[in-house]
């Protein structure tokens, strides 16, 4: 079973950083897509970005290209989300998925397995 565990969200002013981490555990050698998605009260789950396990290859949604990177340690089972330049509209819970397959999708029900998300607050 797959469990994926994120931290490092907060409550941080505009044009701040934080970086989001995403552990996981069990079975992960079968996963090679990490996503991460964000869900603001009131609005669908959207994409963010997307990291293959296996290249270190990354999608980024075009609202935070510029200001997001996503990265991953392998060592360590952990995938990173780097945002700089926060605005107050990345306000979200943020989400660490992982899904089977090689290719990164933007849809949310193409993945498999989820965190149970950590909050990211931005104040203006």
């Known amino acids: 079973q797959v469990q994926l565990v994120e931290s490092g969200g907060g409550l941080v002013q505009a044009g701040d950083s934080l970086r989001l981490s995403c552990s996981a555990s069990g079975g992960t050698f079968s996963m090679d897509v990490l996503g991460w998605f964000r869900q603001a009260p009131g609005k669908e789950r959207e994409f963010v970005a997307g990291?293959?396990?296996?290249?270190?290859?990354?999608l980024l949604t075009d609202s935070v290209k510029g200001r997001f990177t996503s990265s991953r340690d392998k060592a360590k089972n952990t995938v990173y989300l780097q945002m700089n330049s926060l605005k107050p509209e990345d306000t979200a819970v943020y989400y660490c998925a992982a899904r089977f397959g090689t290719v990164v999708r933007t849809i949310a029900s193409d993945y498999d397995y989820w965190g149970e998300g950590t909050q990211v607050t931005v104040s203006s």
């Open positions: 990291i293959r396990w296996s290249t270190g290859s990354t």
